[in-house]
């Protein structure tokens, strides 16, 4: 397959530096403010840009702060005011499983590339992942930007979304979340109660949580690089469940089923054959980052690559053809 999937989006410009301690206070929220931003808006292009907007707001409101409450009470409202303006009238961001079914493995299956604003998309760890000590904090942080979970927050109501995340993922008290949102505590918490009810029934419960990296982990993905830079589309769909799934945004089709996914790789996809594959932090968990073969010399970015493994196999395959996402992660537009 070849395809020109990028789109032509500018990174967000960096804010301007902080002049004094207050400034760099604020930016110093910086980044949990990207991560709640980006599990509202399941975009990282979004959640910078609706980030950059909050801290502006705050830069110019700091004179007129009263102190009432913490300075970080103060910034997450503003950032959820931005967020719920940003959804306002807006579809919702999907991946490609909630739209239709399984795909044949056939080029004529692809169709056309979707906009970017229709996807559930993936953030670099480093821009949503706050460094922490304790153990438990971080695990609950790496769970709440896995892909299938921000992909089931959109499922609920923006401001259902804004409650769920304040209070189970940064365990805020039910009547600051209140106080934030300017409604009661008892709307706190039935807004609380539906919301956890949409994520069950959808079935985010029953998804296997990111367990550690451990050794067995690791020799499974080695073995998936290994695979997929020899292009040994034989080795590669011996370490799939027969249950596989791999997703392509920004196209609709997505396969189930190891033969399908080989059929697939062999066929339509044989053009991502020399691609070279380097290791990044995305969603709280491993993935990589495709180059792929240039006919000019060298590799140019292809895709962000999402690996999920349940039970000592690769589980789930979510590529995303979008070479824009490249910078975010900090890497380079070409590999020699």
């Known amino acids: 397959m070849s395809v020109s999937t ?17 400034e760099q206070h604020l930016e110093g929220h910086r980044v949990e403010l990207t991560g709640y931003c980006y599990r ?62 399984p ?5 004529s299956a692809l169709g056309e590339p979707r906009p970017a604003g229709e996807w559930v998309g993936p953030a670099p760890d480093a821009r949503v992942l706050p460094a922490g000590e304790d153990p438990a904090e971080v ?26 995340i304040l209070r189970d993922v940064l365990r805020w008290r039910a009547d600051e979340v209140a106080g934030l949102l300017d409604t009661s505590v008892a709307a706190v918490n039935s807004a609380l109660q539906r919301a956890r009810a949409t994520l069950a029934a959808r079935g985010v419960d029953a998804d296997p949580p990111a367990a550690a990296l451990d050794a067995a982990h690791r020799e499974l993905l080695d073995r998936y690089v290994r695979a997929f830079e020899r292009y040994d589309i034989d080795a590669l769909v011996a370490l ?24 697939w790789m062999t066929g339509p996809g044989a ?18 980052a495709q180059y792929r073969r240039d006919p000019a010399g060298g590799h140019r970015p292809f ?30 537009d070409r590999l020699p």
Request: aromatic content about 8%.
């Open 6 to 22: 990028s789109r032509a989006r500018a990174t967000t410009a960096p804010a301007p530096a902080p002049a004094g301690p207050q």
């Open 40 to 101: 509202m808006l399941g975009s990282a292009f979004d959640a910078e840009d609706a980030v950059q907007e909050t801290l502006l707001r705050a830069w110019r409101g700091l004179a007129a702060f009263d102190g009432r409450s913490s300075v970080r009470t103060w910034v997450y409202r503003i950032a959820t005011n931005v967020c719920l303006d940003l959804l306002r009238g807006r579809s919702r961001r999907a991946v490609p499983t909630d739209l239709a079914g």
């Open 103 to 107: 795909s044949a493995p056939v080029l």
């Open 139 to 164: 695990a609950v942080a790496r769970e709440s930007v896995r892909l299938a979970f921000v992909a089931t927050l959109q499922h609920l109501p923006p401001r259902q979304r804004a409650v769920l």
């Open 240 to 263: 799939l469940r027969a249950d596989a799934v791999q997703t392509m945004p920004p196209y609709r089709l997505w396969l189930r089923g190891a033969g399908d996914i080989g059929r």
């Open 271 to 288: 053009g991502c054959a020399g691609s070279r594959l380097v290791p990044v932090a995305v969603n709280g968990s491993p993935g990589f």
């Open 303 to 332: 895709s962000i690559q999402l690996v999920g493994c349940s039970g000592g196999r690769v589980a789930r395959l979510n590529y995303f053809l979008d070479p824009a996402l490249f910078p975010l992660f900090g890497l380079p």
